[in-house]
């Protein structure tokens, strides 16, 4: 049975972040049930068209998907067991906020077979996640993890983020030091991205949030690597770290081009050689819209797309996969490319396995460029 | 209106750019009614777009206008309108050769400006009768008097019931027609000897092929005249012959001495109508072709390349359908190391370049990577051979050179005195070489220097209009060579040379423009993975360095449930600004470094 991973979106949150621009819609509590009805539909329609798969791992993503009753959660996934058996060992990762976490709720999604919980905990100086328009506070954070543990939970993850204005390196430090106190499975540190339309974007065009600069970023982000090595979670891919068989499978379906069908509102698909996607608005996926920009891709966008998502995982780009897969070596019309990068220290290849050394990653998309330029050669 | 030479009237329109010469014209046309008023748009005689928006002719234009005078008899004046360019003195020159008068407009504010001068020099070099008109009578700071007095001081012209006229308000029009038919004379050429007509004019026509537009000077000619251009060595047979109405063609049997119009002939390529060259009859060919004919030759060169190279024949064929037009536009293909396939063109000067750029981007819908303009250098090399060298990559190397020259120009300056100290300071700066100083009515002084051409294309204009916020005019005309210090600047990218951005210059220029050029490839240059060292070199010496720093981060942090889209649309812009850039070397360079080059501090 071919393996197959779910992503569901629930696009609800208590307030929005001053960074955020996904789906995600503040204030429409009065939507939940009829999203849900909505979400439940979505996945008995696709019943028919998943015959012969497994479901080998799920992802609950938001938005908030702790916000409403666990019972939702629970439901979504004995419907989804329904539509599709799911692998024995199937990881069932919850993406949830401190702050809007109960015990009765992760009881509730616990036994429903949620066995990964990834908090959003971002950093833990009060200061900074005011700033950041979070609405929980570090210790939350803590107790969340806790909380966690009781309902029993052997595997959470801390979202963390850097390179935000204000942020000093004594105060990065101090989160990461926090973060693996709590002793959590699974770090993912990811730099801010100011996305236009945001608040944080506003503040930082009017000058009123000063971003740190380039070297300080990379400082920060080394600092994670070696900081969390040191505590025992391995770096996988360039803003996750895991303890050793911690390493979140369902990403990395993403970043391998595995199958993925993605649920709900601004959920996205990659299925059949298809990339497709449902509304990004909560109006336009209650209105019944599903499957937007579908677009099948040939061996040239699988060729790129491999390039640039392989090369983010530490593992590397298979080398031997990819000349099955394209019927060509790799190297062929990129000797140049390859030659510059490795002599530069960007790249390094063993194992038969190309990857992005540490300096790489921090210029992984100009490196990708390079990488690609060859291509139509 | 049958042909009787004492009824014709000859003439063209001079004027400072700005004075309202196109404006004048179209109210005499208006005036003698071949132009109803709603069949008019503003300035007729300027039909391509971009002279209407420059208010500059870029081509001559001959209008025929039958005008029935105050004494009752019917005239016939034939308008030639005239380049308003110092690129096109040449033409210029020509077209006055088929007028018997000029009218001279002055602004009554502005007064007589360096174009009004030079063009009055030109008009008595052909013995015309000018006839001054004061313009723009009608403005608040228009002071007529005074500007009469001035051009009877300063160009001895009798102002003396001279036409004061307001264009743009339609006075006064009449009595420049007037004026016209009293004062301009009638031709007085021989319809029986053998046929001299010269050409002022050529340009391309879809159904006719390629036309001469002429002044008949002597005898006549007819369709299915056989005829012969003097200096082009070619024979065609007439297919038509006519007048010119501001909307099209007016054919008649045949034009006689004295009159104005087109020859048409079924010409393929309008590098076989020669401006200034003599039309003759094959059969009965006059003696002597009529004098002052010199083939135009390019003056300014440079590269003009498809930003992206998958354009290169539409550049071609674009080109080729400018130059069925403009008999001074050349081009040939070069190639360059930087920046692929692509053509060498000549022009007449800067004027002419920016124009036939504007062109092919706006008409042809082109994207292009222009490199810096050149002069055309002369060579003499060591072993006696003399060499014109129009693209710096050609320069043989320093050791095979004996020495060098430049095209050198006359060049004056009217300018009002309290900026005199800051023109004279600039063409100091320029090489220039003082050769006379006059005061002028108005508190205004003319000034007159020897400058190298090559200075003038560089950011002469730019320079001289900043340090005299615009009050300064400028005109010059070519002088001939002279020998100079000159040398090759190159730059190099990392280590790699860029004959793209190579340039020829005075030695003692070659510190601060090496420096200059390194400054904005700097800027112009996006970081990259390593770090780029520019160099500005003379002969493998470097003079000057900067550097572009390494890139130190671009990744982006994380893909969100499964979206890749934002990733993929980055990466789609990344690799599309990478399709815009010139590989040079292992270094990527934005088509707009080659141009940042050109625009000096």
């Known amino acids: 049975m071919s393996a197959l991973s779910l992503y569901i979106h629930v696009p609800f949150c208590r307030s929005k972040c001053a960074y955020c621009d996904f789906a995600s819609y503040p204030g429409r509590e009065g939507d939940w049930r009829r999203y849900f009805e909505a979400l439940w539909g979505e996945i008995d329609a696709w019943a028919p068209r998943l015959v012969g798969r497994r479901a080998v791992t799920a992802f609950f993503g938001g938005g908030t998907p702790t916000l409403m009753d666990a019972e939702y959660i629970a439901e979504t996934l004995a419907r989804l067991r329904r539509a599709v058996p799911f692998a024995p060992d199937a990881e069932i990762t919850c993406e949830g906020n401190p702050g809007t976490l109960t015990p009765e709720k992760l009881t509730v999604l616990r036994g429903a077979g949620v066995n990964r919980l990834s908090l959003g905990a971002q950093s833990f100086d009060d200061a900074l996640l005011t700033a950041l328009g979070r609405i929980h506070t570090a210790a939350q954070t803590g107790e969340a993890v806790r909380m966690a543990r009781e309902a029993g939970f052997g595997n959470v993850s801390l979202d963390l983020m850097y390179a935000l204005p204000g942020q000093s390196m004594a105060q990065w430090r101090d989160t990461l030091d926090a973060a693996v106190a709590l002793g959590v499975e699974h770090i993912s540190a990811y730099s801010l991205i100011v996305e236009p339309g945001t608040p944080m974007a506003a503040r930082v065009a009017s000058g009123a949030a000063a971003l740190p600069e380039d070297d300080e970023v990379n400082a920060m982000q080394r600092h994670a690597v070696h900081a969390l090595a040191g505590a025992g979670y391995g770096r996988y891919e360039i803003s996750n770290f895991a303890c050793r068989g911690f390493e979140c499978r369902h990403n990395l379906v993403y970043w391998d081009r595995g199958e993925y069908l993605g649920l709900g509102c601004a959920a996205h698909s990659l299925l059949e050689g298809r990339r497709f996607h449902n509304p ?83 210029l992984h998309n100009a490196v990708v460029l390079e990488l690609l330029e060859d291509t139509k050669a | 209106m049958s042909y009787d030479q004492s009824r014709i009237r000859n003439f063209c329109i001079i004027a400072h750019i700005d004075h309202g010469k196109s404006t004048l014209a179209d109210r005499i046309l208006e005036k003698t ?172 026509d879809n159904y006719r092929g390629a036309i001469s537009s002429v002044r008949v000077k002597a005898g006549s000619v007819k369709v299915g005249d056989r005829i012969r251009m003097m200096a082009g060595k070619c024979e065609f047979d007439v297919t038509e012959v006519g007048a010119y109405l501001p909307l099209g063609y007016s054919p008649r049997e045949s034009l006689s001495a004295g009159e104005v119009g087109y020859i048409a002939a079924s010409i393929k390529d309008i590098a076989d109508i020669h401006v200034g060259d003599t039309i003759t009859l094959a059969n009965n060919p006059a003696a002597e072709p009529l004098p002052g004919y010199k083939p135009v030759l390019p003056m300014v060169y440079c590269g003009i390349y498809p930003a992206d190279g998958a354009d290169y024949e539409n550049l071609r064929d674009a080109l080729e359908k400018l130059r069925l037009n403009d008999a001074a536009l050349s081009y040939e293909p070069e190639t360059s190391v930087a920046l692929g396939y692509g053509f060498r063109c000549g022009f007449l000067g800067l004027l002419h370049m920016e124009i036939i750029q504007q062109r092919l981007e706006r008409e042809f819908d082109l994207d292009l990577v222009t490199t810096a303009p050149s002069v055309v250098y002369k060579v003499v090399k060591t072993d006696g051979e003399t060499l014109f060298i ?37 063409c100091q700066d320029k090489r220039g070489t003082f050769r006379d100083m006059k005061y002028i009515e108005g508190g205004r002084v003319l000034l007159k220097y020897d400058l190298p051409l090559n200075e003038v294309i ?66 112009a240059i996006p970081r990259q993975l390593f770090e780029i060292p520019i160099q500005a070199a003379i002969g493998g010496k470097v003079i000057a360095r900067e550097t572009v720093k390494a890139l130190r981060k671009d990744v982006l942090a994380k893909c969100y449930g499964g979206d890749i889209s934002r990733k993929k649309k980055l990466l789609e812009k990344q690799k599309e600004g990478k399709k815009r850039m010139r590989q040079v070397g292992s270094v990527s360079v934005p088509s707009e470094a080659f141009m940042a080059v050109l625009k000096m501090d």
């Open chain 1, 280 to 362: 990004e608005s909560l109006d336009g996926y209650l209105a019944g819209g599903r499957e937007e920009e579908a677009q099948r891709l040939t061996a040239a966008d699988a060729a790129e797309e491999t390039v640039m998502l392989a090369t983010r995982t530490t593992r590397g780009l298979d080398l031997a996969r990819w000349e099955r897969e394209f019927g060509a070596p790799f190297r062929r019309g990129r000797e140049a490319a390859l030659a510059r990068l490795a002599r530069g220290g960007w790249i390094e290849t063993d194992g038969g396995f190309l990857r992005l050394t540490p300096r790489g990653m921090e």
């Open chain 2, 33 to 204: 009614g071949v132009m109803k008023l709603r069949d008019m748009t503003d300035q007729v005689l300027d039909s391509m777009e971009l002279e209407r928006e420059r208010g500059i002719t870029i081509k001559s234009k001959a209008v025929r206008m039958p005008y029935t005078a105050r004494d009752g008899r019917e005239y016939e004046l034939n308008l030639i309108d005239t380049p308003g360019h110092v690129d096109f003195t040449y033409e210029v020159s020509r077209a006055l050769a088929a007028c018997e008068g000029a009218v001279l407009v002055v602004d009554a504010s502005q007064g007589i400006e360096a174009q009004t001068l030079a063009n009055v020099y030109m008009a008595l070099d052909h013995d015309l009768e000018i006839r001054p008109v004061i313009n723009k009578i009608d403005l608040p700071s228009a002071q007529p008097e005074v500007v009469k007095q001035e051009i009877e001081d300063e160009i001895g012209l009798d102002c003396e019931g001279c036409p004061l006229v307001s264009a743009k308000q339609g006075i006064g029009i009449e009595d420049v027609l007037e004026d016209i038919v009293n004062n301009v004379p009638a031709p007085k050429d021989d319809p029986k000897a053998p046929l001299q007509a010269l050409i002022f004019d050529s340009y391309y």
């Open chain 2, 390 to 426: 129009d693209n710096p990559t050609n320069l043989p190397t320093a050791q095979e050179i004996d020495w060098m020259e430049e095209p050198m120009v006359d060049a004056q300056v009217i300018t009002p005195q309290e900026f005199v100290g800051a023109i004279m300071e600039l």
């Open chain 2, 458 to 523: 560089y950011d002469f204009f730019d320079q001289l209009k900043s340090r005299t916020r615009g009050y300064a005019s400028f005109d010059y005309e070519l002088k001939g060579y002279e020998r100079s210090d000159l040398v090759k600047l190159d730059m190099l990218l990392n280590g790699e040379q860029c004959d793209a951005l190579s340039i020829i210059v005075h030695r003692d220029r070659a510190y601060p423009r090496g420096r200059s050029i390194a400054e904005k490839l700097k800027e």
